[in-house]
């Protein structure tokens, strides 16, 4: 059981960083969801379910939806127009 968690806090420790450096606002959002996901685990392997449960609601779940909101509302995730589906005549 003590090399599971080791693994999980190595993995907690490699998303933590790479969220940090990355520079892709997107990317670095589904590291994070990658990241609570890990917590998740963790909670439910020292057996605290309703951490757990937090934890994969709140922090996968709203807090993800609210950062692609934001990234929507800062334009930061690009559309396609009707204009590049078109065929060049």
């Given at each position: 059981?003590?090399?599971?968690?080791?693994?999980?806090?190595?993995?907690?420790?490699v998303?933590?960083?790479?969220?940090?450096?990355?520079?892709?606002?997107?990317?670095?959002?589904?590291?994070?969801?990658?990241y609570?996901?890990?917590?998740?685990i963790?909670?439910?392997?020292?057996?605290?379910?309703?951490?757990?449960?937090?934890e994969?609601?709140?922090?996968?779940?709203?807090?993800?939806?609210?950062?692609?909101i934001?990234?929507?509302?800062?334009?930061?995730?690009?559309?396609?127009?009707?204009?590049?589906?078109?065929?060049?005549?």
């Amino acid at each position: 059981m003590n090399f599971l968690i080791l693994i999980l806090l190595g993995f907690l420790i490699v998303c933590a960083l790479s969220v940090c450096l990355n520079k892709n606002l997107l990317t670095s959002i589904v590291i994070f969801m990658s990241y609570s996901v890990i917590m998740c685990i963790i909670w439910i392997v020292l057996e605290s379910p309703d951490l757990a449960i937090t934890e994969a609601a709140v922090g996968a779940g709203v807090t993800s939806v609210l950062f692609f909101i934001t990234l929507k509302k800062i334009h930061a995730m690009k559309e396609e127009s009707d204009d590049e589906n078109k065929p060049q005549i």
